[in-house]
């Protein structure tokens, strides 16, 4: 007699809506953990005698952040995406390729916002050794 398997209990939508929010809170969590910071950075850069310079370099960098951060989540979230098919489908090569071409990726995209980055503090310094 072949061995009887127990069946897998049938998920309500409540079940569903659980685990959507259980699988959601760590997002949640890392966007308000952000804003808290910026609101913190803020409020520190606000108790300074001149603020105004300060505060517009922490408004321009909270953005900047956010900006780096949708396009890294945008990419973790295509690969994450292509991997989980490829895997679904039994392509586990191809499932190893496309994670290699998203670390890739991610490794590339990290360079230009260094090389970005590191080109405006230059700029920015000379800007700030012009004005005094």
Do not use: C, N
């Amino acid at each position: 007699m072949p061995p009887t398997h127990a069946a897998e209990p049938r998920r309500t939508s409540l079940d569903r809506e659980v685990l959507a929010l259980a699988l959601a809170l760590p997002a949640a969590g890392s966007g308000l953990s952000l804003l808290l910071t910026t609101w913190i950075d803020t409020w520190w850069v606000a108790r300074l005698e001149a603020p105004d310079e300060p505060l517009a370099a922490v408004s321009i960098a909270t953005f900047t952040v956010w900006i780096f951060g949708a396009i890294a989540a945008l990419v973790g979230m295509g690969v994450t995406a292509l991997v989980a098919r490829y895997e679904g489908a039994g392509k586990s090569a191809a499932a190893a390729y496309v994670a290699y071409q998203g670390v890739l990726g991610a490794l590339a995209l990290g360079a230009v916002a260094a090389l970005l980055g590191s080109s405006l503090r230059s700029s920015t310094r000379s800007w700030k050794a012009t004005r005094r």
